[in-house]
């Protein structure tokens, strides 16, 4: 077949896995609207019982939905698009690709049935010794799969790139892309292991216990770098597509890569800080995990900076002037930009959160409470998600040749959802610093607190902004797709100009396997202690209590 | 590769993340701030059998120092009301017979998981009178937000 039939039909599956990722969004989104509701004092799960059963299971539903199913199919979509962009070749496998979709799919199913029956109401951390139907956890398995086969067939593109371009620096969109991948298979590991080892046999009753505490460490293993794999995809826009689209410049190819290698090496070791208050872990082996989750901070400050000077030198080309003038010349009404910068912001407010969080000591006053939802309703919750919005009004068109329905509408989409988690996010850190758990059924609970009564209605009505902005997000996705296609693609790929191109970049950022080993090394050194110390004990059976 | 604007930026972030790492060391070295760390483990299985979890309560131990011995379970706190004097410093030690537990002690620093087979031990000092409320803030089943206990200090 010719390279262009062989692209043409990828991108038909690209469309699938994306057009996967919003159903999900969809079905995730929606239960939001319960919980907002439960905020403001409404119960609605009582008499919806007879479909959902309880607070958690709704609870469950959006979790597992948005924080794993959409995040995994959406990046499975867009980095194997930015790979075959980057690479300017097709994939190497579109069996892969199709079965990247098809798995994610049966993950999605699988793990949706069961949680709509009630059968894994486990919450999106699945702590056991709570046990949920085999099928959930082998739903989940499916979509960790899905990523994986994503990720071999980056490798194998790669591999035949390198070939047919014998000395040729890796383009850096199709670097940044593999890197986010390589990132996330080292960290899949954990709950790869967690899942496959200990929690399959043992829901299947071949075992008949589980450790809850290694568990726990396995699955935090996976837990913290999964931010990144969160956040590295937007990280691909906000520097190599953002200044393109606001008429600005990437000032350094290097720069970028330096960040994207330090992401890889640096994002595993540091799971231990969600477990601070745990017993059985030692206090030494937290503080190293505080320190380098600080180390891992330096990168995004790194990405702050470089991403705010190519805006700046796109409202400076775009004729602003002074100190601050250059802001209201960035072209805010454009939707897919207008969204992207709004998820910036969040994102600012969402990093010195969670810079909280990790200071060791000071977690103490909010682990478990709701300041942590709402620190990641900032960063995955906006900084992701409505960057993923913004990212689909361009994309969308491009890869479906239909012109954007309701331009009006996407813009002021993303400013209701801007507004909407600023009110979410600051009630529920206000209620978490006046001690109100996070994960709870606020109508039903046995204690309340008159503290938490007015942060719980700003996260409410938040909440419900939040979820309008949804809706319209819908409206515009839906309007788009019902039009008719009006070319084989529309608009351009944007791709930013680079100022200090590769040729200034060290070599050595390219070494990818030696990386990946220096990262592994670094695993190996943050946890063996910690893991080695807790052995494995198969105590505890499985409890259903939902 | 870096230009000088950039190179002030991020010098200013190393300084600030490392006076960050600073100030915890401080809240450990002088603060005396602590986390539960590794106390103990126990057969999760036969928790009600084991001391001194068989015998669940409230222990004086010195002079203002108490012990008390809590079991978590779906959904209690056994048992679900500590009674001190007031200036009391209590230790908490805890486990779970069953699944994850979360403990936080209002007005306090106090919060810790509680992992069945392990002994979470925490402690908190209660200088004034009232009644100051523990949460379970970890979801364990459809009844977690009933779960919660108090300790009363008395004047």
Same mark, same amino acid.
């Given at each position: 077949m010719a390279e262009a039939t062989v692209e043409r039909k990828q991108r038909t599956w690209i469309r699938w896995q994306l057009y996967l990722s919003f159903l999900v969004l969809g079905i995730g989104g929606l239960f939001g609207v319960l919980q907002a509701l439960d905020r403001l004092g409404i119960d609605l799960y009582t008499p919806l019982q007879s479909a959902i059963k309880s607070y958690y299971q709704g609870l469950t539903i959006h979790g597992v939905a948005l924080a794993i199913a959409f995040t995994f199919t959406f990046n499975n979509a867009f980095l194997s698009l930015t790979t075959l962009r980057g690479l300017g070749r !097709?994939?190497?496998s579109t069996a892969l690709l199709q079965a990247s979709f098809w798995t994610a799919l049966a993950g999605v199913v699988l793990a949706a049935a069961m949680m709509l029956a009630n059968?894994?109401?486990?919450?999106?951390?699945?702590?056991?010794?709570l046990q949920a139907n085999s099928l959930f956890y082998l739903g989940a398995t499916l979509l960790v799969v899905s990523t994986w086969l994503t990720s071999a067939n980056q490798l194998l593109t790669l591999r035949a790139w390198r070939r047919e371009h !014998?000395? +040729?620096?890796?383009p850096l969109l199709a670097f940044v892309s593999v890197v986010t991948y390589l990132m996330w298979d080292l960290a899949s590991l954990g709950i790869a292991v967690e899942v496959v080892g200990f929690v399959l046999p043992w829901s299947l009753g071949l075992v008949k216990g589980t450790d809850p505490l290694f568990n726990r460490t396995l699955f935090w293993f996976t837990g913290h770098p999964i931010v990144y794999f969160w956040l590295l995809p937007i990280y691909i826009s906000w520097y190599l597509m953002i200044p393109r689209q606001v008429e600005g410049r990437l000032f350094s190819d290097g720069l970028v890569r330096a960040v994207f290698i330090m992401f890889l090496v640096?994002?595993?070791?540091? *799971?231990l800080h969600h477990q601070?208050?745990? !017993?059985?872990?030692y206090s030494s082996m937290k503080f190293l995990h505080a320190v380098l989750t600080f180390a891992v901070f330096f990168p995004s400050m790194v990405t702050a900076f470089t991403v705010v000077a190519a805006l700046e030198s796109g409202g400076r080309a775009r004729g602003g002037r002074g100190l601050l003038g250059w802001i209201p010349r960035l072209?805010?009404?454009k939707p897919e930009v207008s969204a992207q910068l709004l998820a910036m912001i969040a994102f600012a407010l969402g990093g010195a959160s969670g810079l909280i969080n990790a200071s060791y000591t000071m977690n103490l006053v909010v682990h478990n409470t709701s300041f942590v939802p709402g620190h990641f309703h900032l960063t995955? *919750?906006?900084?992701?998600a409505l960057s993923i919005m913004g990212i689909a009004y361009w994309l969308v068109p491009y890869l479906t040749g239909k012109e954007l329905f309701g331009r009006g509408l996407a813009l002021a989409q993303s400013w209701l959802f801007f507004i909407g988690v600023l009110l979410f996010a600051r009630g529920q850190i206000a209620g978490g610093l006046e001690g109100q758990p996070r994960r709870l059924f606020v109508t039903q609970a046995a204690y309340a607190s008159p503290a938490w009564r007015i942060p719980n209605l700003m996260t409410g009505v938040g909440g419900l902004l939040m979820v309008l902005s949804g809706v319209l997000f819908f409206v515009v996705l839906l309007g788009t797709l019902l039009r008719r296609r009006r070319a084989e693609q529309l608009g351009e790929f944007p791709l930013a100009e680079v100022i200090? *191109? !590769? +040729?200034?970049?060290?070599?050595?950022?390219?070494?990818l396997g030696a990386w990946l080993g220096a990262a592994a090394l670094l695993v190996l050194v943050a946890y063996a202690p910690t893991l080695v110390s807790q052995g494995v004990r198969l105590l505890s059976p499985g409890f259903r209590l939902y | 590769m870096m230009a000088r604007l950039e190179r002030i930026f991020l010098t200013l972030t190393g300084i600030a993340l490392f006076v960050g790492v600073l100030a915890i060391v401080a809240s450990v070295a002088v603060g005396g701030v602590h986390l539960p760390g590794p106390t103990g483990r126990v057969d999760p299985n036969a928790v009600r059998q084991t001391p001194p979890f068989s015998a669940p309560g409230v222990f004086p131990e010195a002079p203002g120092r108490y012990r008390a011995v809590l079991l978590a379970r779906a959904w209690a706190f056994q048992p679900a009301e500590v009674r001190v004097p007031a200036g009391s410093i209590v230790t908490f030690v805890i486990t779970s017979q069953d699944v994850i537990h979360g403990f936080m002690v209002e007005g306090t620093d106090v919060n810790a998981m509680v992992i069945p087979g392990q002994v979470t031990t925490v402690t908190a000092h209660f200088p004034r009178p009232g009644t100051y409320r523990f949460l379970c803030?970890?979801?364990?089943?459809?009844?977690?937000?009933a779960m919660f206990g108090q300790v009363v200090v008395e004047g």
């Open positions: !097709p994939l190497a059968q894994a109401s486990v919450l999106f951390t699945f702590y056991t010794p !014998p000395g +040729e620096r890796i640096l994002s595993v070791p540091v *799971g601070y208050t745990d !017993p059985g872990v072209p805010w009404g995955v *919750g906006t900084a992701v200090y *191109g !590769p +040729e200034r970049t060290p070599a050595v950022l390219d070494r | 803030h970890e979801y364990c089943g459809v009844g977690h937000h």
